[in-house]
């Protein structure tokens, strides 16, 4: 099955990078620049050259013409791109490498690719993963998760390389939450490091993240058992413990009282506001989230969120 990439920042080009091992491969990027030239994405990945199977084209349609196509943009800017080229996304297999809630609509990027494309076949792949260890060629597991999974197996095929390690489930909600919400409890995590709470708080926040992550699965009926795969705490661990992740370098950021550029992407941020929202309208006790939401739009500083989680009511764990 051929494979294209739409989307060339950091994780879709190391993606291609690495599915190239196995046959040709499309990077499709909106302005490719000297990318086909110098053989690199120099702007979001350096050092990392492009091997002779991966083609970059900024034609849309050379890169559709591909059987399964790995959408790599933004969570915020997934519907606006899927409604743009609906029809030549149409009948497509499309699997989401994006992990967030939808801001206006709380939905995770699997339900809003049913959505804009509604006859096509719908996916995601998450799980721990950095795209400059996986442009390397390092060893990395992720979840490919497809309501069909006929079709799940065939992407699981397709998409596992020397150095990617494709685990499946159709489980397709679970797998939306864990990507996205450990985002949220990696700002948080970030923050709390940041402002020298130290080790003992961030392990704390981890395992009450992971408790909220969980809750909120449940309510959304996702099976348990994918938090507790790689979509989930294996995610959790690696963004909430590296500053290779942006979610957590923000969350730094915040506690150590210093700008952050903001043209870099966060999904965690608007997730955090979206996952909150979402919880005070479901009434689900959700307060590391809320914390993060909090911070984020400036009603709170981190000595006041700590201080609101610290003195909440006691309970059994």
Aim: charged content about 15%.
């Amino acid at each position: 099955m051929s494979i294209a990439v739409l989307g060339a920042g950091a994780f879709g080009t190391a993606l291609a990078i690495s599915l190239a091992q196995n046959g040709p491969v499309v990077l499709w990027a909106r302005d490719p620049g000297t990318m086909e030239t110098e053989r690199e994405n120099r702007m979001r990945l350096p050092g990392r050259p492009f091997p002779k199977a991966l083609r970059v084209s900024g034609e849309l349609n050379v890169a559709c013409a591909a059987d399964i196509l790995l959408i790599a943009v933004p969570m915020q800017q997934l519907r606006a791109f899927l409604s743009e080229h609906s029809q030549i996304l149409s009948q497509k297999t499309l699997v989401a490498c994006c992990k967030g809630i939808e801001l206006c609509t709380g939905l995770g990027p699997v339900t809003v690719i049913s959505q804009a494309v509604p006859d096509a076949i719908p996916a995601i792949l998450t799980g721990p993963s950095f795209a400059a260890d996986i442009a390397r060629g390092l060893p990395t597991a992720l979840t490919l998760a497809c309501a069909d999974d006929t079709a799940g197996q065939a992407l699981q095929q397709a998409l596992t390389t020397s150095n990617l390690r494709i685990y499946r489930t159709t489980d397709t909600i679970g797998a939306e939450l864990g990507g996205a919400l450990k985002n949220v409890i990696a700002i948080a995590c970030g923050a709390a490091i940041g402002a020298g709470l130290g080790e003992s708080a961030r392990a704390a926040l981890m395992t009450r993240g992971y408790a909220e992550m969980q809750r909120l699965a449940a309510h959304l009926k996702a099976d348990p058992r994918t938090l507790s795969g790689l979509s989930g705490f294996g995610d959790l661990t690696l963004t909430c413990t590296s500053t290779q992740s942006r979610n957590y370098r923000l969350g730094l950021a915040l506690g150590e009282g210093q700008s952050f550029d903001p043209s870099v992407t966060v999904e965690g941020a608007a997730t955090a506001q979206a996952v909150d929202e979402l919880a005070q309208k479901e009434g689900l006790d959700m307060p590391i989230t809320a914390a993060v939401a909090g911070l984020l739009a400036n009603r709170l500083d981190v000595a006041t969120a700590m201080q609101s989680l610290l003195t909440r009511p006691l309970k059994e764990e």
